[in-house]
């Protein structure tokens, strides 16, 4: 599916600025790039990236209506985030090593992918985002479903990359000669900013 130049020009800055927003994901990437480094972060981002493909679909089907007319299947969902932000937040901040698990490499990316997709998943502001924010780039003269297709997988590819941000600012930090003291300040710097965004995610509103 084609999607018109001049819808791209609209579309991509905006949905750039909406993909560098400092929220849950981006925040949880930002700490896991602290504790982790670059690679692993990025393979971590692919969790994320996996939830909102699956968010892509049932946005496509009309089941995100659910959640933008439901108060209470979004306060559940988002209570629900809140509450694994929250966890992984404390978890990080009462740690004593940069380690995020006992595995490095690989197996450590792929924790980290975890981590990225539950948040994605119950974050019901991800779920907005693909029935509010992006329909709105949606030519209603054509058919629906494969511009939101095109348009979610555009996205995917702009979140990405603004996510590589977070993780590279992230491992930049990581690169200081790293001591009890410091360790103990990233853990602390990290850790806030989970709390933080579960603070920002208790504090949204049904209506974006």
């Given at each position: 599916m084609s999607i018109a130049l001049s819808t791209l020009t609209l579309f991509v800055p905006a949905a750039a600025l909406v993909a560098a927003t400092p929220g849950a994901n981006n925040l949880l990437s930002l700490g896991h790039g602290i504790r982790a480094g670059f690679v692993p972060t990025m393979i971590g981002v692919c969790g994320r990236l996996a939830a909102f493909a699956i968010l892509v679909t049932l946005a496509a089907a009309g089941l995100g209506a659910l959640l933008?007319?439901?108060?209470?299947?979004?306060?559940?969902l988002k209570w629900v985030g809140?509450?694994?932000?929250?966890?992984?937040?404390?978890k990080v901040w009462r740690s004593r090593t940069l380690t995020v698990a006992a595995d490095t490499g690989g197996?450590?990316?792929?924790?980290?992918?975890?981590?990225?997709?539950?948040?994605?998943?119950?974050?019901?502001?991800?779920?907005?985002?693909?029935?509010a924010f992006i329909p709105q780039f949606?030519?209603?003269?054509?058919?629906?479903?494969?511009?939101l297709f095109a348009l979610g997988a555009l996205y995917l590819v702009i979140e990405f990359a603004m996510a590589g941000g977070y993780a590279l600012a992230g491992a930049m930090l990581r690169r200081f000669e790293m001591n009890p003291g410091?360790?103990?300040l990233m853990n602390r710097i990290s850790g806030g900013m989970l709390l933080g965004a579960a603070g920002l995610l208790a504090t949204s509103s049904h209506r974006a």
């Open positions: 933008s007319a439901s108060e209470i299947a979004f306060t559940i809140v509450a694994y932000l929250a966890y992984i937040g404390v197996k450590t990316g792929l924790l980290l992918a975890r981590k990225e997709f539950w948040v994605a998943m119950t974050n019901p502001k991800a779920m907005l985002l693909f029935t949606v030519d209603t003269s054509g058919p629906v479903a494969p511009q410091r360790i103990r």
